[in-house]
Nanobody
Framework: QVQLVESGGGLVQPGGSLTLSCEAS????????MGWFRQPPGKEREVVAG????????YYPDSIKGRFTASHDNAKNTLYLHMNNLGPEDSGIYYC?????????????????WGQGTQVAVSS
């Protein structure tokens, strides 16, 4: 059973940066798809980054491009999300997701395994 544990959330001022980590464990097979999603209060969960661990290809929605960068350390089985120039609209619970095979890497329905989430609050 795949287990995902996120860390690195917290309170940051507008314009600041934050890096989230997601450590994966318990998988008997290589995990080929991983993603970061966020859920602002009262809103639906949305993708902020998707990544294929095999070739490192990534996906970002237009609202994120140029500010967030996802990366994966195969040796540590850890997914990262480096976030820059954060604004209040980036606040929410950030979730890590993973699966063995994905049709895409940007839809919630593509992933079977989810972490518990880590809170990010952007406020002055």
């Amino acid at each position: 059973q795949v287990q995902l544990v996120e860390s690195g959330g917290g309170l940051v001022q507008p314009g600041g940066s934050l890096t989230l980590s997601c450590e994966a464990s318990g998988s008997p097979y290589p995990i080929y798809c991983m993603g970061w999603f966020r859920q602002p209060p009262g809103k639906e969960r949305e993708v902020v980054a998707g990544l294929y661990t095999g070739n490192g290809n990534t996906y970002y929605p237009d609202s994120i491009k140029g500010r967030f960068t996802a990366s994966h350390d195969n040796a540590k089985n850890t997914l990262y999300l480096h976030m820059n120039n954060l604004g209040p609209e980036d606040s929410g619970i950030y979730y890590c997701a993973a699966d063995y095979v994905c049709t895409t890497i940007w839809r919630v329905s593509d992933y079977d395994y989810w972490g518990q989430g880590t809170q990010v609050a952007v406020s002055s």
